[in-house]
């Protein structure tokens, strides 16, 4: 399983960016799908996850409301829509799939996309 995140660049401050999250795998049947983030000199952390189904998303409550992930299984493709974007989530956002519940733990994701950097300039 290969997963290529995209979409990251610079925005100001209470813009918007959607990151897309591509698999190799023939559909996410069965994986689900989660997305972190890294900011410079911090842990990574948890964003947000959807089911294979995509019935079922989690997302830390900050960002809950300015934060959609879905998920398209026919383009194998998972999205970040961000909104309101602040300098706080300035941060390197990874996608990451796992077949073990949709969870904020990254132990529950096997397979990791490489990153891609969102700026948010203020």
């Known amino acids: 399983v290969q997963l290529q995140a995209s979409g990251g660049g610079l925005v100001q401050a209470g813009g918007s960016l959607r990151l897309s999250c591509a698999a190799s795998?023939?559909?996410?049947?069965?994986?689900?799908v989660g997305w972190f983030r890294q900011a410079p000199g911090k842990e990574r952390e948890f964003v947000a996850a959807i089911s294979w189904s995509g019935g079922s998303t989690r997302y830390v409550y900050s960002m809950k409301g300015r934060f959609t992930v879905s998920s398209d299984d026919a383009k194998r493709t998972v999205y970040l829509q961000m909104n309101s974007l602040k300098p706080e989530d300035t941060a390197v956002y990874y996608c990451a799939a796992g077949s073990r519940g949709v969870g904020r733990s990254d132990g529950l994701y096997g397979y990791w996309g490489q990153g891609t950097l969102v700026t948010v300039s203020s």
């Open positions: 795998m023939r559909t996410f049947t069965n994986y689900d």
